[in-house]
């Protein structure tokens, strides 16, 4: 697994119509991927590449609320080692953001002050390194400018480690949070394994996932390193049937003496209901239920069933964060999806998101097309069936062949003194050229 | 940071009066490490380059169960291969247990029993690589053997990620759990640096320690990499006082806009009571509390008290079986483990532990001493006060550089289609000689 990082700008088609030295804005929005900084880096340093059609590329801080509040990072003066460093490091470099525009009509001054940085930084480009809804908003801040006399192109660069991308082979950042969360299911497989005689006989894990299952797939993993590993899979698509669940859950402490569990955050009863709720968040635009506690709660269904010890883990944020497990493949790709977009940007596009075209799927082989990102924004790529079994509690051949294709490969990351080398990078923040902003009584999502 | 195995065996100084050709019993008991089949590796590994001491070396299945069912693989007769992958690989390869032995006087056939195993084998060595208690009651059972007339030599093997155990620099599988930890926590830092502007604000992550709070010390090392990160740490020794911990979450809130906590899931109020408990185990000797969920405690603590998104991670098996996230130094020190009670054998020592004694802290260097094994037993390892800071809700300087010295170097692991290379190794039995006996009469602790 080569990263690959460069080419030869030379030979790419640039669109005839193109402004000359436009200056990019890049935000960063939504929960974060282990890869994030990769797309960061590759926005920088492909612009970097064609000085003759961009200026500087100013990073916003907090996404779309940076922007409000012209919290300014200029990327294109950071160093060599700062753009380096931002390959590996987790989180989001220059911070993101849960928080949305409201819509224009109801909040046209957040639209006209975004109209007025982009024009005192002279903005042509904005790529925005978000979810669906966050992009498809970043696209009618570009429109609501063009309206008005600046010409701003919007180009979204995907990422989500929840793999609910549609019109894409899967989102980049999921491929390493799978990584990360097979690889711990099977060592803790191995645990289990070796306690389960007298102690545990049922562990389970919780995925992060709240309407698709995708990361509760890679549980399913385990078999190639356990071959015919007592896996019970519970992704968020399919309801929770306690009966099947615990009947499938005796079956396999019979044949082998301990079971594994794999369960979405964001399971839910056959009445609709989520299994486990941490906690209702109000905000002006209503009620926002976070997820958690669904392991916890299987876990708990288990206890009352069967006469042993069971086990918990949550890793939460550690499966969006695990720097030190990332998918080679991966890595790469959320490269490529940073790179792709200012291609497209070269290319004259507007309004479209680079995603993942497989060219072959073992080894996997991509290259990134560019899709309508309004019509991509309304749809969600699901588990589909065929990649589970028939009973829909542990995943297919072809589910399985799916998941194995994005986690190849292992990512190098430096350790100093025994610690991982992904210190945050100190940014230097522009000196602001307008009057203040404060972005605080705009809304949350 | 070389990974040392081999010796000169003519260099050493064997005791004058021991048998010849005796064979030896291994046995891996309690919780595992993710290093603790490097201890097993180095028994089998240094057993052998003494050939006129050392007969076979049998290894029990789940410990001392195996050996009261007569369930034992013939470690020396298997491959160089399989002794290398076992240098690597999580669990505890021969299975382990939370099984101990009646006392004698409750129940002398158990000891009998064993006597008779010992006999037919010709057993003159009993490694036991366990908890202090387990250990202490294969003590018994070679004692019990002794005094029957056949002298088996009883040593132990170091294992324990909870750190406590007394007479120790620290206890081989510390080091890898406080390492795994540290960097997983780091990871999730940098995730809720980058997110807290406009969603989650304070992080919880759940360490495990019943009675000893050291692994929740691994958060303090987050500073190495995130300076001045704003931190908490609730270690199980020190009563949880609500008002103090809300206090200082303000605090660092207000601060530098977020705040992260490792909590020990041995967490107690002021009244002694666990924080929280995931279930009650009834047994023949009484009720076992499993302990979880302290950490979403904490969570729903600081969720009602603070106006935002909180998280909650518990990493569980996780923390102790994390094979790719392993201290090279640990991984030594656990071969150091087996390996130094090989040698305590053929010195002639009998009811000994070798443990770690430091000869150098930055980097640490040490060599393995024995000491008395029920005295060690009796005792345990907590966190000194001077580890911490006046509040006890931080790590000193102190404590701070005794974590870094355990979780020094990275030990390598080979991946393979994408996941770690940690297939269990197939094991094949001996053919009984004795009778059937049925352990599952007999107690659990």
């Not at 793999?163 to 082979?169: E, G, K, T, V």
């Not at 549980?219 to 007592?230: C, D, R």
């Not at 030190?324 to 493949?329: G, I, L, M, P």
């Given at each position: 697994?080569?990263f690959?990082?460069?080419?030869?700008?030379?030979?790419?088609?640039?669109?005839?119509?193109?402004?000359?030295?436009?200056?990019?804005?890049?935000?960063?929005a939504?929960?974060?991927?282990?890869?994030?900084?990769?797309?960061?880096a590759?926005v920088i340093?492909?612009?970097?590449?064609?000085?003759?059609?961009?200026?500087?590329?100013?990073?916003?801080?907090?996404?779309?609320?940076?922007?409000?509040?012209?919290n300014?990072?200029?990327?294109?003066?950071?160093?060599?080692?700062?753009?380096?460093?931002?390959?590996?490091?987790?989180?989001a470099?220059?911070?993101?953001?849960?928080?949305?525009?409201?819509?224009?009509?109801?909040?046209?001054?957040?639209?006209?002050?975004?109209l007025?940085?982009?024009?005192?930084?002279?903005?042509g480009?904005?790529?925005?390194?978000?979810?669906?809804?966050?992009?498809?908003?970043?696209?009618?801040?570009?429109?609501?400018?063009?309206?008005?006399?600046?010409?701003?192109?919007?180009?979204?660069?995907?990422?989500?480690?929840?793999?609910?991308?549609a019109?894409?082979?899967?989102?980049?950042?999921?491929g390493?949070?799978?990584?990360?969360?097979?690889?711990?299911?099977?060592?803790?497989?191995?645990?289990?394994?070796?306690?389960h005689?007298?102690s545990?006989?049922?562990?389970?894990?919780?995925?992060?996932?709240?309407?698709?299952g995708?990361l509760?797939?890679a549980?399913?993993?385990?078999?190639?390193?356990?071959?015919?590993?007592?896996?019970?899979?519970?992704?968020?698509?399919?309801?929770?049937?306690?009966?099947?669940?615990?009947?499938?859950?005796?079956?396999?402490?019979?044949?082998q003496?301990?079971?594994?569990?794999?369960?979405?955050?964001?399971?839910?009863?056959?009445?609709?209901?989520y299994?486990?709720?941490a906690?209702?968040?109000?905000?002006d635009?209503?009620?926002?239920?976070?997820?958690?506690g669904?392991?916890?709660?299987?876990?708990?269904?288990?206890?009352?069933?069967?006469?042993?010890?069971?086990?918990?883990a949550?890793?939460?944020?550690?499966?969006?964060?695990?720097?030190h497990?990332?998918?080679?493949?991966d890595?790469q790709?959320?490269?490529?999806?940073?790179?792709?977009?200012?291609?497209?940007?070269l290319q004259?596009?507007?309004?479209?998101?680079p995603v993942?075209?497989?060219?072959?799927?073992?080894?996997?082989?991509?290259?990134m097309?560019?899709?309508?990102?309004?019509?991509?924004?309304?749809?969600?790529?699901?588990?589909?069936?065929?990649?589970?079994?028939e009973?829909?509690?542990?995943?297919?051949?072809?589910?399985?062949?799916?998941?194995?294709?994005?986690?190849?490969?292992?990512?190098?990351l430096?350790?100093?003194?025994?610690?991982?080398?992904?210190?945050?990078?100190?940014?230097?923040?522009?000196?602001k050229?307008l009057?203040?902003?404060?972005?605080?009584?705009?809304?949350?999502?």
């Amino acid at each position: 697994m080569s990263f690959s990082s460069s080419f030869d700008p030379s030979t790419l088609e640039v669109a005839t119509n193109l402004p000359k030295s436009k200056n990019i804005m890049y935000g960063q929005a939504g929960g974060v991927t282990a890869v994030i900084n990769a797309s960061a880096a590759a926005v920088i340093e492909t612009a970097k590449q064609f000085p003759q059609y961009f200026g500087d590329c100013f990073a916003a801080i907090n996404g779309i609320q940076g922007v409000l509040e012209e919290n300014f990072v200029n990327a294109s003066q950071m160093s060599d080692e700062e753009i380096a460093h931002m390959h590996s490091i987790p989180g989001a470099v220059f911070g993101a953001c849960r928080f949305d525009l409201d819509p224009l009509e109801h909040n046209p001054t957040q639209y006209a002050r975004i109209l007025d940085i982009f024009k005192a930084y002279d903005i042509g480009y904005f790529f925005y390194n978000g979810g669906n809804g966050s992009m498809v908003t970043a696209l009618k801040v570009a429109e609501y400018c063009q309206s008005n006399g600046h010409d701003v192109r919007c180009i979204g660069v995907a990422k989500t480690i929840d793999n609910d991308l549609a019109l894409s082979y899967c989102s980049p950042g999921f491929g390493s949070a799978a990584k990360y969360l097979a690889t711990s299911f099977i060592e803790a497989g191995m645990d289990v394994l070796a306690m389960h005689k007298t102690s545990t006989k049922f562990f389970v894990m919780e995925a992060m996932g709240r309407d698709v299952g995708w990361l509760s797939l890679a549980g399913s993993l385990i078999k190639e390193v356990i071959p015919n590993a007592p896996v019970i899979i519970l992704p968020a698509e399919k309801a929770f049937n306690k009966e099947k669940f615990l009947a499938k859950v005796d079956e396999k402490i019979a044949q082998q003496g301990y079971c594994l569990c794999m369960a979405s955050e964001g399971l839910r009863d056959e009445s609709g209901n989520y299994l486990a709720i941490a906690g209702v968040e109000h905000t002006d635009e209503g009620d926002y239920t976070q997820l958690g506690g669904a392991g916890r709660v299987i876990a708990d269904i288990a206890s009352a069933h069967l006469d042993c010890k069971i086990h918990c883990a949550v890793p939460d944020y550690l499966q969006r964060s695990a720097s030190h497990c990332v998918s080679a493949t991966d890595w790469q790709m959320a490269y490529d999806a940073g790179k792709a977009a200012v291609i497209a940007a070269l290319q004259g596009e507007h309004g479209t998101l680079p995603v993942v075209s497989a060219t072959s799927e073992s080894p996997l082989e991509w290259t990134m097309q560019s899709v309508d990102l309004e019509k991509v924004a309304n749809l969600e790529y699901r588990v589909p069936d065929d990649f589970l079994t028939e009973d829909a509690m542990d995943v297919s051949d072809k589910g399985h062949q799916y998941l194995l294709s994005v986690i190849q490969g292992e990512r190098p990351l430096s350790f100093q003194n025994g610690l991982p080398s992904i210190s945050p990078i100190a940014l230097t923040l522009c000196d602001k050229r307008l009057k203040s902003f404060d972005a605080s009584k705009n809304s949350h999502y």
